[in-house]
């Protein structure tokens, strides 16, 4: 057998996410902090409804964290700096009984002037010891959202993530797939040119494909649609639309909001970046009742789950959203539940 990343379906054994610490992302003044830590804290809670959570807390968080999670989420103390769950931790994979956890190599994504990864570059290591899985170093630097999986064979990766030169420099796609398939059990790739717009900004990942498309099942895509066309998203939307079908994908739109500005230009919201968890699917709201309806019923009928919206506002303005924020463990059988 071979190790292989199941789809996000695919039953839980828990969810883990990494709870801010001061620094850049989490904002400069009280109110920035204050906000931050409540939109992870309001996510945290609306996963624990469906299965367990662990929060990885840095040392000077941890009384914190205790006050504002309760008794409800799992705690484990480790050295913190950057706190997006999807990016700094492993992605866990299965070979029969196993449990394995890719250990990628994080860089900041692509070594940004801003970014500080010393300690959660570890963290990695730290979770997959915790979740008592086996560890499997890749030397390709990647994050979790830089990669989808469909459980059946097919990743959806981007050329300037993957292939991006503040990551790995000389690599080509085929050297990247085959250290997929090593690590991930994918048998197919499909490439996409590029990401959303505001994701090449200075804060940006240069493309995630988790915040422009997503499968809900093998051979079907949900695929970020800017409807409006003074938006540089439109485009973008039309143009990966095309190639998701020639690639053979069902591609299902889900329209984003009305919202196409903000104090620093256009907006990257996308309810594309929802996380699937037991049972239910975790989806960003943007306080647009309309739009969010609609993104539910989108939600609900492609994965036949209740939907839970959480304001996704605040974790969008520090460069990412709720699957960004959240990884999960599969559950393998004959480990106990929430092992």
Same mark, same amino acid.
């Given at each position: 057998?071979?190790?292989?990343?199941?789809?996000?379906?695919?039953?839980?054994?828990?969810?883990?996410?990494?709870?801010?610490?001061? +620094?850049?992302? %989490?904002?400069?003044?009280?109110?920035?902090?204050?906000?931050?830590?409540?939109?992870?804290?309001?996510?945290?809670?609306?996963?624990?409804?469906?299965?367990?959570? @662990?929060?990885?807390?840095?040392?000077?968080?941890?009384?914190?964290?205790?006050?504002?999670?309760?008794?409800?989420?799992?705690?484990?103390?480790?050295?913190?700096?950057?706190?997006?769950?999807?990016?700094?931790?492993?992605?866990?994979?299965?070979?029969?009984?196993?449990?394995?956890?890719?250990?990628?190599?994080?860089?900041?994504?692509?070594?940004?002037?801003?970014?500080?990864?010393?300690?959660?570059?570890?963290?990695?290591?730290?979770?997959?010891?915790?979740?008592?899985?086996?560890?499997?170093?890749?030397?390709?630097?990647?994050?979790?959202? +830089?990669?989808?999986?469909? +459980?059946?064979?097919?990743?959806?990766? @981007?050329?300037?993530?993957?292939?991006?030169?503040?990551?790995?420099?000389?690599?080509?796609?085929?050297?990247?797939?085959?250290?997929?398939?090593?690590?991930?059990? =994918?048998?197919?790739?499909?490439?996409?040119?590029?990401?959303?717009?505001?994701?090449?900004?200075?804060?940006? @990942?240069?493309?995630?494909?988790? =915040?422009?498309?997503?499968?809900?099942?093998?051979?079907?895509? %949900?695929?970020?649609?800017?409807?409006?066309?003074?938006?540089?998203?439109?485009?973008?939307?039309?143009?990966?639309?095309?190639?998701?079908?020639?690639?053979?994908?069902?591609?299902?739109?889900?329209?984003?909001?009305?919202?196409?500005?903000?104090?620093?230009?256009?907006?990257?919201?996308?309810?594309?970046?929802?996380?699937?968890?037991?049972?239910?699917?975790?989806?960003?709201?943007?306080?647009?009742?309309?739009?969010?309806?609609?993104?539910?019923?989108?939600?609900?009928?492609?994965?036949?789950?209740?939907?839970?919206?959480?304001?996704?506002?605040?974790?969008?303005?520090?460069?990412?959203? =709720?699957?960004?924020?959240?990884?999960?463990?599969?559950?393998?059988?004959?480990?106990?539940?929430?092992?």
């Amino acid at each position: 057998m071979a190790w292989l990343m199941p789809p996000e379906t695919a039953a839980h054994a828990r969810t883990w996410m990494v709870f801010p610490c001061e +620094g850049p992302t %989490l904002g400069s003044s009280d109110a920035d902090r204050a906000a931050g830590y409540a939109a992870w804290v309001s996510v945290a809670h609306a996963v624990a409804e469906f299965e367990p959570v @662990t929060m990885v807390v840095d040392p000077s968080e941890m009384a914190r964290a205790r006050d504002m999670l309760g008794s409800g989420i799992d705690l484990l103390e480790a050295p913190v700096d950057e706190f997006w769950a999807r990016d700094v931790g492993p992605t866990f994979v299965v070979d029969g009984h196993r449990l394995g956890a890719v250990d990628w190599i994080f860089n900041g994504w692509g070594a940004n002037e801003w970014a500080v990864w010393d300690k959660s570059a570890r963290l990695g290591r730290v979770i997959a010891q915790a979740a008592g899985a086996e560890l499997i170093p890749s030397e390709l630097v990647n994050e979790g959202g +830089g990669i989808h999986v469909d +459980g059946a064979g097919t990743v959806l990766v @981007t050329d300037t993530v993957q292939l991006g030169e503040r990551r790995n420099p000389g690599w080509s796609r085929a050297k990247v797939e085959h250290e997929l398939a090593r690590t991930l059990g =994918i048998t197919r790739a499909v490439w996409l040119p590029r990401g959303l717009t505001r994701d090449y900004d200075d804060f940006g @990942t240069s493309g995630h494909v988790d =915040i422009v498309a997503a499968f809900a099942a093998p051979g079907r895509v %949900l695929l970020h649609a800017q409807e409006s066309p003074h938006h540089p998203d439109y485009q973008v939307s039309l143009e990966l639309t095309e190639l998701l079908k020639a690639a053979g994908l069902e591609v299902i739109p889900l329209p984003a909001p009305a919202a196409l500005t903000d104090e620093h230009g256009p907006v990257d919201f996308s309810y594309v970046n929802h996380y699937v968890v037991n049972g239910g699917v975790i989806a960003c709201g943007f306080g647009e009742d309309a739009a969010d309806s609609r993104a539910r019923e989108i939600l609900a009928a492609a994965y036949d789950r209740e939907v839970v919206t959480v304001d996704a506002r605040e974790i969008f303005a520090r460069g990412g959203g =709720i699957h960004c924020i959240t990884q999960q463990q599969p559950a393998v059988a004959g480990r106990e539940p929430g092992a």
